[in-house]
């Protein structure tokens, strides 16, 4: 796809079409997590096993169709997009929807930004700047090459911090993600925090979740972030905020490192009652809830022949099906995934 060859949505007048999303809790919806590909460079030991099953291509969303779907969810007041997979840069001509989402900021989108585990990221981070992307989410989980190499079976250390450099060098703010891992990278989180902060990225910890198979033990990998807290504590001085993205990470600024750090606890702390996001995989499946079966096929509204009217009603019923809340639980060895499908499939 090149950026001139992008059908522009035609004027949407119907009122169905532009309603503003909002769902039976009263929770306003106004940002998208949007994933571009299940494909991944990295094997993150938590996220996929090592013998991963991709999708055939031809099940993915085009990107002219990933384009459609996104102004669909700008029109219904959408006004933030976070570009996700999968490995988002792993996409050919990604750029190509960087570029024309980012003809949408101030018209009718905020906010255009990425998750990304950064090994590509240094070829592509002037373009992404200049396309008006200016924060982005960076995945890295250790700071020691020899274990980042066990850890997402790659040895891409290098490549990552390299990336990260580029995107700060672009203007663009980094926010570093580190899922939280018992005996893997646990010793560590005070040094990657310490090092993130004084590096100038706000640094947020997530406990891990029960989503897919993967070689390991999950309950293994299950670090609760109220005992890392309880031990930042003991050497730091927390004082809590009250930003919030609307999302589910709390935050607190850490007087020792000037930095701020978030944490993100879906098991010690349900964060559901503010939820304003909704998920899109790279197939179209609109997932209202990251820890529901709930599901509406957006790709099959896309491919129908009025797609616009299919769209709207795809996204009213999406809003009655949102759940409550999430029912993720880590409490017993060997039991199955809660749900069947993986991080990389509906999107971190
Ligand atoms: N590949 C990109 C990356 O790693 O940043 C984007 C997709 S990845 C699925 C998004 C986020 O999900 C990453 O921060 C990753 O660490 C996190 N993640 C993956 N599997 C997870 C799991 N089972 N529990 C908690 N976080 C997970
Ligand atoms: Fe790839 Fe991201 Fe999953 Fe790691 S967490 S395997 S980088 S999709």
Redo the contacts with the bound molecule.
């Keep these: 796809m090149n950026k001139g060859s992008i059908r522009k949505p035609d004027l949407i007048v119907v009122d169905n079409h532009t309603r503003p999303l909002v769902d039976a809790f009263q929770r306003r919806i106004s940002y998208l997590r949007l994933s571009v590909t299940d494909r991944?460079?990295?094997?993150?030991t938590y996220?996929?096993p090592e013998r991963m099953k991709f999708l055939p291509r031809r099940e993915v969303l085009t990107l002219e169709e990933l384009y459609e779907l996104a102004t669909g969810f700008i029109d219904r007041g959408v006004i933030k997009i976070r570009i996700t997979?999968?490995?988002p840069l792993v996409r050919r001509d990604i750029c190509d929807l960087f570029d024309a989402l980012g003809q949408r900021l101030g018209h009718g989108l905020n906010e255009l930004t990425l998750t990304t585990?950064a090994t590509q990221l240094a070829d592509h981070a002037d373009r992404l700047a200049r396309a008006g992307v200016k924060r982005i989410n960076v995945?890295l989980d250790t700071l020691d090459r020899s274990r980042f190499a066990e850890l997402?079976r790659r040895d891409a250390l290098p490549q990552v911090l390299a990336g990260i450099a580029a995107a700060r060098e672009a203007g663009m703010r980094v926010k570093l993600n580190a899922v939280a891992l018992k005996g893997v990278n646990e010793d560590e989180l005070p040094d990657l925090i310490a090092w993130g902060h004084a590096e100038g990225h706000d640094v947020t910890l997530i406990e891990v979740m029960p989503l897919g198979d993967v070689e390991e033990e999950r309950l293994d990998q299950y670090l609760p972030l109220s005992d890392v807290r309880a031990q930042l504590e003991q050497c730091w001085t927390f004082s809590e905020t009250d930003a919030t993205t609307g999302g589910p990470a709390r935050y607190m600024d850490i007087e020792e490192t000037g930095g701020r750090l978030g944490l993100i606890t879906p098991h010690t702390h349900n964060f559901c009652d503010g939820c304003n996001r909704l998920r899109v995989t790279a197939t179209g499946q609109l997932y209202p809830c990251l820890g529901g079966a709930e599901r509406v096929d957006l790709r099959a509204a896309l491919r129908s022949d009025d797609p616009k009217t299919e769209l709207a009603d795809a996204l009213s019923q999406a809003m009655h099906i949102k759940p409550e809340r999430h029912h993720f639980r880590m409490d017993k060895r060997g039991a199955d995934p809660h749900l069947p499908r993986?991080?990389?499939m509906t999107g971190?």
């Design positions: 991944c460079d990295l094997r993150c996220c996929m997979g999968g490995e585990n995945s997402t993986h991080m990389s971190g």
